[in-house]
């Protein structure tokens, strides 16, 4: 079992920064990505990063203003936002993919999941 907590969430306003930060517990070569999920929306994919680093995903809505980073030392992940806009208000979701060899972009390839941290970002 792995344990996966999220921080960092907050309210900003809009063209403001945030960094959220995420730790799994125990040790291995997981691949780490952020999820959100608006009022009202289905959970979509933010960004994601392979267990060396080697890879990143990013969502087209947020490429070029969101940075995924890891410390593999401390099992952490971390979320870089800048240029906030009000769409970007979302309980954000951590997840872990340990078993799962799956499309790093999809939900459901995910094996151990945050319980979120919220950013509200307004106008």
């Known amino acids: 079992q792995v344990q996966v907590v999220e921080s960092g969430g907050g309210l900003v306003q809009a063209g403001g920064s945030l960094e959220l930060s995420c730790v799994a517990s125990?040790?291995?070569?997981?691949?780490m990505t952020w999820f959100r999920q608006a009022p009202g929306k289905e959970r979509e994919f933010v960004a994601g990063i392979s267990w060396n680093g080697g890879t990143e995903n990013y969502a087209g809505s947020v490429k070029g203003r969101f940075t995924i980073s890891r410390d593999n030392g401390e099992n952490a992940v971390y979320l870089q936002m800048n240029s906030l806009e009000p769409e970007d208000t979302a309980v954000y979701y951590c997840a872990v993919q340990v078993y799962n060899g799956g499309d790093m972009s999809k939900s459901t390839s995910m094996d151990y999941w945050g319980k979120g941290t919220l950013v509200t970002v307004s106008s």
């Open positions: 125990g040790y291995g070569r997981y691949t």
